[in-house]
């Protein structure tokens, strides 16, 4: 029996070597396939995380290829404002019947861009002609056309000192006035004595007022367009037809910032008045932008074309590359003198252009002081004195206590408030007085008044015979 047991005990044994073997093989693949699960789950995480990744990355690329496509469509709008604004200012002051004659003509090129051997220096250049039976861009003999493109849009001419800003400026005002524009000059040391013809306002603070109308005017005549009814075209010629084309000239534009203050509100207390430090900038920005429409386009002068110079308007040289029309003048130095001096060249940049044009400046012997349309004589020739100028002159001079004219009765004819007015207008030396521009500066003894009792010493004093109505509110001073 001993032998029998010892004998079950070891098959038993051997049976029991082989359950610990099989349950250890299951364990092993019990492990195996938990790992292999494991594995299978960071794998189709990562999968997951890679689908994630390339969808992300693929919505980048449908926004960036958005953003190139609206950036290409803005670029060609603006260039296409550019080529209307440009075409605008090629056909200001023309007729609808000349200007239907232009456009026919250009119809009728094979063309409306460059012909032949042409390039775009001989749309300025007349040396650079077409080739062939196409007409040219610009006629053979005309070598200043260019100048007709500045007349009707806005326009920065710069350089340095000496290079011939202020006359050559001259010569496009009398273009504008004889294309029918009425001519505002905002000349902080300007003399109606070099003015003779235009509408001068001299002084920083008679400009800041001149300048808080002109944005109020602005922004009345988008409102009525808005409410006329007519297309853009429609309102252009209304205003055109009633006389409205306003060019504000903007002389010494370079000093305006340091000194031009915006002017305080009628209904503002003094104490609680705080000027806007931006208010030439924001003038700037609308004359430059929002003029050519409302055709009150400006013409500043300036000695440089940065943005830290026109109005210390930064950031917007985008801005202005896209909406000025610029005129580069360029000085030489005399070898005797070593003073700089107008060397009669120049370069032009059209809005939305890049490139830099070569021109050359009017030949002048002297610089335009009279703009009148009227005048038969020569156009920087003293005037004449006519009989009762002279009578005039010498009863003022030397006659005053003998005879009683008319010259020293008139101002004593005026009421007492009428003759502070007349005072006030000849003491700041205006020659052209509007009462929506000064109204806010005449005061007596701190007191402001209204447009209409303005207005009502004002008849007072064109009754008087001291002025003569020119439009609504707006009177000119006789000169003694």
């Not at 220096?121 to 007409?135: L, R």
């Not at 005039?392 to 003998?402: A, K, P, T, V």
């Amino acid at each position: 029996m001993l032998r029998h047991c010892q004998s079950e005990e070891k098959q038993k044994a051997v049976f029991e070597d082989i359950a610990q073997k099989r349950d250890a093989a299951k364990a092993e693949m019990s492990a195996r396939s938990e790992l292999l699960d494991s594995y299978r789950d960071v794998a189709i995480a990562e999968v997951q995380l890679q689908a994630d990744l390339d969808l992300v990355a693929n919505d980048r690329t449908v926004d960036i290829q958005k953003a190139e496509i609206y950036a290409h469509t803005e670029i060609e709008v603006t260039q296409m404002e550019a080529t209307d604004a440009i075409f605008e200012a090629q056909t200001a002051g023309m007729s609808e019947e000349q200007k239907a004659e232009y456009i026919k003509q250009l119809r009728e090129m094979k063309t409306p861009y460059l012909q032949g051997s042409q390039t775009l220096q001989g749309t300025i250049d007349p040396n650079d002609k077409v080739t062939g039976s196409e007409p040219g861009a610009i006629a053979p003999t005309d070598k200043y056309r260019w100048i007709n493109n500045t007349i009707g849009y806005p326009t920065l001419i710069f350089g340095g000192m000496g290079a011939g800003k202020s006359w050559t400026t001259r010569e496009i005002i009398w273009k504008k006035v004889q294309a029918g524009w009425n001519i505002v000059a905002l000349d902080p040391h300007g003399t109606i004595v070099e003015w003779k013809g235009v509408r001068l306002i001299t002084g920083y603070k008679e400009i800041a007022e001149f300048m808080q109308w002109y944005m109020n005017e602005m922004r009345q005549r988008y409102e009525d367009y808005r409410k006329s009814g007519l297309t853009e075209e429609q309102w252009t010629e209304n205003l055109r037809a009633s006389g409205k084309m306003l060019s504000v000239i903007c002389e010494e534009f370079t000093t305006w910032t340091d000194n031009i203050v915006e002017p305080m509100p009628d209904d503002c207390e003094d104490e609680k008045w705080k000027p806007d430090p931006d208010f030439v900038g924001k003038w700037f920005r609308c004359a430059m932008t929002e003029s050519r429409k409302q055709l009150m386009i400006p013409l500043f002068v300036a000695h440089d074309r940065t943005m830290e110079i026109l109005a210390k308007a930064k950031g917007l040289s985008k801005l202005r590359d896209a909406a000025l029309l610029e005129v580069e003048l360029i000085a030489t130095i005399d070898p005797i003198t070593t003073e700089a001096k107008a060397s009669g060249k120049g370069a032009i940049k059209l809005p939305g252009h890049g490139q830099w044009i070569d021109i050359e400046l009017p030949k002048l012997d002297r610089k335009r002081i009279d703009f009148r349309l009227d005048e038969s004589r020569t156009v920087n020739e003293p005037p004449t004195i006519d009989k009762a100028t002279l009578e005039r002159i010498y009863e003022l001079e030397f006659n005053l206590g003998n005879k009683a004219g008319d010259t020293q009765d008139k101002p004593n004819k005026l009421s007492p408030m009428a003759q502070k007015l007349y005072e006030y207008l000849t003491r700041t030396e205006r020659i052209e007085a509007d009462v929506r521009e000064f109204k806010g500066n005449f005061k007596v003894n701190g007191e402001r008044f209204t447009v209409e009792q303005i207005k009502g010493w004002m008849y007072e004093i064109v009754g008087a015979g001291l002025a003569d109505w020119i439009g609504e509110g707006v009177i000119k001073l006789n000169q003694i």
